[in-house]
């Protein structure tokens, strides 16, 4: 069984809506799926998925951990793939304790005697929580958008997921162990270590645990879903974390792929259908077939991921930018042509689109402010 953890550093940048869609494209490919809503506290997959108020969910599970798991599993409309709901009246429910996290893993991997691929949507931020479910697997995704704020907090939960990849590989006591936590505690000592730096410290200090680690990392390849982009030029930004993984944290990302914005997808939604059931030659439909055809063949017992390929991942990722900005435009073309789309839909669309433009200006100008009092206070960035 694959597992397949969806995250994000920040909410809004349509992470459940992609592990939704691609739950369905992977189920319609003949995989057997489940689809799991981890974003306690605030569940909402079961509305894409088109379910009403699901009468069970994860949070019937959390109440009572030694009964039947398999009554919060439901079955849906697309052959292949099963739901399991998340519980959003249950106040606290995103602070799992302990055994009540081990307990879930455990019964979750218990699936694989009748499952292919396990998807967790998981919530957005980095709750010790979050981030142990995203290391469940070494080839979680990690879904951003072009804004300023959501790269930037993609690039932060992909660090606190390595920092806690180091903590459950140092034994508590031993000299890694109590290195980490030095510079947990010290601040401003934080700000200038480097991933690469710290690991060559630890080796000195302790080289089993730096072996225990790396053992680990070296299966931790991250990889990327860039959204909501309107323009080629969005996908770019991609290689921004690509670089910063690199260089700061030592870990190599790959590049999945790009979805652009795309209003059809809240008229899904509405319709409580996902979008590549509601319209599958939509532009961002299509995008997600690619993607899905991608995880599909990286479960391969050939594939490989070496830097070559993951060249070839960004690549590729452009041209696809390219190669959907003209079937979108040509699809703005053809609704115009048809009358299904007037001019005045469209200058709706461009000033909202504008709006949006002046929003992510000025989240731009407040970081680049930030940024140049941090550098003034002889911090390093």
């Known amino acids: 069984m694959v597992v397949i953890p969806i995250a994000s550093g920040k909410g809004g940048v349509g992470k459940s809506l992609a592990a939704a869609n691609l739950a369905v494209a992977l189920a319609q490919a003949g995989k057997r799926v489940v689809l799991v809503d981890l974003d306690l506290g605030a569940s909402n997959l079961h509305l894409v998925l088109g379910f009403r108020s699901p009468a069970r969910g994860i ?68 709750h010790q929580s979050i981030l142990d479910f995203f290391l469940l697997s070494g080839q979680g995704i ?156 990286s479960q391969e017992d050939n594939f490989t991921l070496t830097n070559e390929a993951i060249d070839d991942s960004f690549h590729e990722a452009s041209l696809e930018a390219e190669i959907d900005f003209e079937n979108k435009m040509e699809y703005v073309e053809e609704l115009l042509h048809t009358g299904a789309l007037t001019q005045g839909d469209l200058l709706e669309t461009v000033k909202s689109q504008q709006l949006e433009i002046s929003k992510l200006r000025k989240e731009n100008n407040y970081l680049k402010l930030k940024l140049t009092q941090a550098a003034s206070n002889g911090l390093k960035v």
């Open 59 to 126: 949070g019937t599970f959390l109440n009572n951990t030694k009964g039947d798991f398999s009554q919060v599993i439901t079955k849906t409309d697309v052959r292949g793939l099963r739901f399991i709901p998340g519980d959003q009246e249950m106040p606290g429910l995103a602070n799992l304790k302990s055994f009540q996290r081990n307990a879930l893993v455990r019964r979750l991997l218990s699936l694989e005697s009748d499952t292919d691929i396990l998807i967790l949507d998981l919530g957005a931020g980095t």
């Open 142 to 297: 990690v879904i951003s958008s072009p804004a300023v704020t959501a790269t930037l907090n993609a690039y932060v939960f992909l660090k606190n997921s390595v920092f806690r990849l180091m903590y459950t590989k140092f034994t508590k006591g031993t000299e890694a162990y109590n290195y980490l936590e030095r510079v947990r505690k010290d601040s401003s000592g934080n700000q200038h270590l480097y991933i690469p730096q710290m690991l060559k410290e630890i080796e000195k200090i302790d080289p089993e645990s730096h072996k225990r680690f790396t053992d680990a990392a070296v299966h931790f390849h991250p990889r990327l879903i860039m959204n909501m982009i309107e323009d080629p030029k969005d996908a770019e930004v991609a290689m921004k974390i690509r670089r910063s993984c690199e260089e700061y944290l030592d870990i190599k990302v790959e590049h999945l792929g790009v979805m652009y914005r795309d209003g059809i997808q809240d008229t899904a939604l509405s319709s409580r259908l996902p979008v590549v059931l509601y319209k599958p030659q939509a532009v961002i439909s299509q995008a997600i077939y690619r993607i899905a055809d991608k995880i599909l063949e």
